[in-house]
């Protein structure tokens, strides 16, 4: 049983910044992989970014690739994406998920979803 709550969706411009949250509370484990996808209206959902609790391996979607910055502090049980030069293509749904069955991002089975929070780019 774990609960995850995403935090820092908003509106921001084309080229500003915005920094998502998603804190873990319940049952935690020390070893996981933490992510966020994405889903636009109209469109699926797409995996964004992951992160392994072990490492601090990272994996990125090609096109945020650069722009984005996935990390985690562990003493708190939260997973940080920092977004750069947002593009209006970046607006979206975006959802904070977990793994406790891998430690690896390339094997990123979510399990665990957060409720979702807004993030607009307008131009």
């Known amino acids: 049983q774990v609960r995850l709550v995403e935090s820092g969706g908003g509106l921001a411009q084309a080229g500003g910044s915005l920094r998502l949250s998603c804190a873990a509370s319940?049952?935690?484990?020390?070893?996981?992989?933490m992510g966020w996808f994405r889903q636009a209206p109209g469109k699926d959902r797409e995996f964004v970014a992951a992160i392994s609790s072990i490492s601090g391996h990272t994996t990125y979607l090609d096109s945020v690739k650069g722009r984005f910055t996935i990390s985690r502090d562990s003493t708190k049980n939260t997973v940080l994406l920092q977004m750069n030069d947002l593009k209006p293509e970046d607006t979206a749904v975006y959802y904070c998920?977990?793994?406790?069955?891998?430690?690896?991002?390339?094997?990123?089975?979510?399990?665990?979803w957060g409720q979702g929070t807004q993030v607009t780019v307008s131009s």
């Open positions: 319940g049952r935690t484990f020390s070893s996981y992989v």
């Open positions: 998920a977990a793994d406790y069955a891998h430690s690896d991002p390339i094997w990123f089975s979510p399990g665990y």
